[in-house]
């Protein structure tokens, strides 16, 4: 098994309107038999989706579409291959090709494949069955663009308790009120 993994740099580029910059970033271990879509996955978990209930699509450098073809109801662009019977086998060393997550607030990612494949008991320690993050940086936004529970993208942000922690259960001696003595 000695390097013969991937090692899949992904930056996110930009989404719900706003190019990222510095733009936060996964580099993802994935066997050449792993699936693209199951990269997808990798992808939005990695990446804090939580509402996973929309498209995706891959665009590679050759202009290769790919994507599940079953989402699309028959209205998949010309020429897309099925993302889930399309392994990641024909990427190359140094290859770039993007990544777009939800097709209507366009979460574009830009993917590096690294120029050596790794060996995933080094890095990883196990071989997963599925493609993994293991490395990362960068703050991620929220995939609806809501800073906290209720955001209605009008109401003003809600305020800062006044001591800290203090609104927490005392679950940890860090939280809640502090008691003296």
Known sequence: MARTWLSIRVELVSGHGADLWPRPGRVFAAACSHSFAELATAIDLAFGRWDLAHLHLFTLSDGTRVSPLEWWDDDAPDGTVDGHATKLSGL?????????F???DDWAHLCTVAEKRIDPLDELGEAPDHPVPYW??????????RRWDGDDGDSPMPKRPSR???D????????????RG
């Open 136 to 145: 990362g940086w960068g703050s991620l936004p929220d995939q609806y663009a």
């Open 168 to 179: 927490l259960p005392p679950i940890l001696p860090w939280w809640g009120e502090r008691r």
């Open 102 to 104: 939800d097709m209507g």
């Open 92 to 100: 190359q060393a140094g290859e770039q090709f993007a990544y777009v």
């Open 164 to 166: 800290g922690l203090s």
